[in-house]
């Protein structure tokens, strides 16, 4: 519960000691940010941002502004962040910076431990962003209360900025330069046709091969800003998806070196036999229907050999 401000007087061997009561809550920490079913896939992220907080975001990497963390730690913690100094229509790094500076210090009032990547985070790359979103919906839903808040009427009916993610910016720029390299080689090549010809043609015959290669050249070139727009979309999907299944893999070799070292204490002498120990190999070696672990590989080692890194 929210305690309000007072103050009181007590006595203690004789000497009177002024106590001051903040009216602030402390926050609780929270540390876990593994990939559980818990988790929010990144739409049912995006979709609790913009219902929280009335906002328009479409990608993750957005919020490498910052302002959107500062609204919802106001919505948990009433004045725990000055809102009017918060940039929500921040469009360069500096700002985002600044954002994040204002989040830092509420954590501190509140007594949060996170200390924020700010260097990583304004670089708008998904991974990082996800991360730290992972971490903060936790975060948000263990101190969040239930209270009403009007988070567009709070910031004054400001929309934030939705190119905040330095990735969304970069994105549309490459489009309009890449159809005018493609002209410039492509408007050449008559030219290096029509010197080649007449030294195995007559002169008559050379005149007409320019406007033919002409013709079939110059229908290329109406497609091919939509061809390039198409390959950079799936190039930053396929980015996206590398770095997710670069995370989720780390996930996987952290815990599956956790089971590695599980199985090796029920496997010691003074555990072997014991009924517990009997209990967490059978659930360490149960698999689903389909499925069938790999015995050795071919050298003779155990793939959970590799785990014992971790």
Same mark, same amino acid.
């Given at each position: 519960?929210?305690? +309000? ?15 001051? !009561?903040?009216?602030?809550? @402390?926050? %609780?920490?929270? /540390?876990?940010t593994g990939v559980t079913s &818990?988790?929010?896939?990144? !739409? &049912? @992220? ?16 957005? @919020? ?11 919505? $948990? ?14 469009? $360069?790094? !500096? ?6 500076? *204002? ?16 260097? #990583?985070?304004v670089k708008g790359k998904f ?8 971490? /903060?919906?936790?975060? /948000? ?11 567009l009427a709070v910031r004054g ?23 005018? %390299? ?21 002169? #008559? =015959? ?16 109406? =497609?091919?800003?939509?061809?390039? !727009?198409?390959?950079?979309? *799936?190039?930053? &999907?396929?980015?996206?998806?590398? +770095? ?9 070799? /952290? ?8 199985? %090796? ?30 015995? &050795? *590989? ?13």
């Amino acid at each position: 519960k929210k305690r +309000t401000g007072w103050r009181r007087w007590i006595v203690i061997n004789s000497k009177k000691i002024f106590l001051l !009561h903040l009216d602030l809550v @402390m926050a %609780v920490n929270v /540390f876990n940010t593994g990939v559980t079913s &818990e988790n929010l896939s990144r !739409h &049912e @992220m995006m979709q609790w941002i913009n219902d929280s907080l009335q906002t328009n975001y479409t990608k993750i990497e957005e @919020m490498c502004a910052g302002a959107a963390y500062c609204q919802f730690l106001d919505m $948990l913690f009433e004045n725990c962040i000055p809102i009017k100094k918060v940039k929500f229509q921040a469009k $360069l790094e !500096h700002e985002y910076i600044q954002n994040w500076k *204002l989040l830092q210090t509420g954590f501190k009032k509140v007594g949060v431990d996170k200390i924020i990547p700010v260097d #990583k985070l304004v670089k708008g790359k998904f991974q990082d962003n996800f991360e730290f979103l992972q971490w /903060f919906k936790k975060f /948000f839903d263990a101190n969040y209360g239930g209270q009403e808040y009007d988070a567009l009427a709070v910031r004054g009916g400001v929309m934030p900025n939705p190119t905040g993610g330095s990735t969304g910016i970069a994105v549309k720029k490459p489009t309009q330069p890449a159809a005018v %390299v493609n002209k410039q080689p492509l408007s050449n090549k008559p030219v290096a046709i029509a010197q080649k010809l007449p030294s195995a043609a007559t002169q #008559k =015959k050379a005149s007409p091969v320019p406007q033919k290669s002409a013709s079939n050249i110059s229908k290329p070139n109406i =497609k091919a800003p939509v061809n390039q !727009h198409e390959i950079e979309n *799936l190039t930053i &999907e396929l980015s996206e998806l590398r +770095t997710n299944v670069e995370g989720l893999e780390k996930e996987r070799d /952290f815990y599956f070196g956790k089971l590695r070292d599980i199985e %090796v204490i029920c496997q010691e002498p003074e555990n072997a036999g014991l009924e517990l120990s009997e209990r967490v190999l059978q659930i360490l070696y149960a698999t689903e229907e389909g499925f069938a672990p790999p015995d &050795e *590989l071919e050298n003779g080692e155990e793939i959970s050999g590799e785990a014992d890194e971790y």
